[in-house]
């Protein structure tokens, strides 16, 4: 059963229309151990189809690969020219939309730099153009699993990834973070000394610490004065219960739309324009003493 949430307003104009609005759709998706990747991929793309049009489309950490499915990551992991990102590439194409794909595990492709543990596998974030281009990639720089899992298996990226979208509503400037980067404030910093409005995060974080994942969320979105829009997993896999919650979250702290628990789209409009006038209203960014602490 899939559940449909819109926003409600945060900063509407006085006769509810938008200034600047971009349009969003985050989809969390719920799966368990028995359904086989090429279905659920199959599976999402019908969803993506059949969304009312967005500009942007965001998809959570690892939702075709199994975001603890660890044991098969070195059996399923595909280039990021493979099979997955070239299907959601064509869903990108035909709905004309911005589609961030979630994360895929990434193989080195022959020949290529396989990292500097040599194991040429990352945790990779794709996100596609209206036109089906690869547009940006985000190589996950944290770890999750304490010394398993990601650590164990997995390169760290190495790099920031900001980029602009032009969308209807016109340029946005977007930052991309995976899951357990959410911990690392630094990161979201740096995102924001780059400009970004809008950080777009994919996710799978289990159903145990999930007021984290919420607390963080507005937190990193608060102290940053930036749009944090936050896509979780949902369902149990590798013996994980996903936390659910999608959230998005504004430059001022507050939840604009969440999600339950269960699979469903969250689907609302961000008012760009309110970052702005968050910032000049209260311009907190402005007193950091970065010298004075050695930076
Ligand atoms: N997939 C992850 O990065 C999980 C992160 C997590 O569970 C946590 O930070 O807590």
Same mark, same amino acid.
């Given at each position: 059963m899939v559940d449909c949430a819109a926003g409600s307003d945060v900063d509407a104009g006085r006769d509810g229309t938008r200034v600047n609005g971009l349009k969003v759709a985050l989809l969390q998706v719920s799966y368990g151990d028995d359904e086989p990747l090429r279905d659920r991929v199959e599976r999402v793309s019908q969803w993506v189809r059949g969304l009312e049009p967005t500009d942007l489309v965001l998809l959570p950490e690892l939702w075709a690969h199994g975001g603890?499915?660890?044991?098969?990551?070195?059996?399923?992991?595909?280039?990021?020219?493979?099979?997955? &990102?070239?299907?959601?590439?064509?869903?990108?194409?035909?709905?004309?939309? *911005? !589609?961030?794909? @979630? $994360?895929?595990?990434?193989?080195?492709?022959?020949?290529?730099?396989?990292? $500097?543990? @040599?194991?040429?596998? *990352?945790?990779?974030?794709? !996100? !596609?153009?209206?036109?089906?281009?690869?547009?940006?990639?985000?190589?996950? &720089?944290?770890?999750? @699993?304490?010394?398993?899992?990601?650590?164990?298996?997995?390169?760290? @990226?190495?790099?920031?990834?900001?980029?602009?979208?032009?969308?209807?509503?016109? $340029?946005?400037?977007?930052g991309m973070a995976t899951c357990y980067d959410l911990r690392f404030p630094e990161l979201f910093r740096q995102l924001g000394d780059q400009g970004v409005e809008v950080v777009l995060l994919p996710a799978a974080w289990p159903m145990p610490r999930v007021e984290h994942w919420r607390l963080l969320g507005r937190a990193r979105a608060l102290e940053n004065q930036t749009w944090v829009l936050q896509c979780n997993t949902a369902g149990t896999h590798s013996g994980v219960e996903m936390g659910g919650h999608s959230q998005i979250v504004a430059p001022t702290g507050e939840v604009l739309a969440e999600l339950g628990s269960g699979e469903g789209a969250l689907v609302a409009e961000l008012d760009l324009d309110l970052l702005k006038r968050v910032r000049a209203d209260f311009p907190v960014l402005a007193d950091r003493r970065l010298s004075t602490l050695g930076y």
């Open positions: 603890f499915a660890s044991a098969s990551w070195r059996t399923t992991a595909e280039l990021v020219s493979g099979q997955t &990102i070239a299907q959601m590439a064509s869903v990108a194409r035909e709905t004309g939309t *911005w !589609l961030h794909a @979630g $994360s895929v595990i990434e193989k080195a492709d022959e020949g290529a730099d396989r990292g $500097s543990e @040599g194991r040429g596998l *990352w945790n990779t974030s794709v !996100l !596609l153009s209206p036109q089906g281009e690869v547009h940006k990639t985000y190589r996950k &720089i944290h770890r999750f @699993g304490f010394g398993d899992g990601e650590p164990r298996l997995l390169e760290a @990226g190495t790099d920031l990834a900001v980029v602009d979208l032009e969308a209807n509503s016109g $340029s946005v400037r977007v």
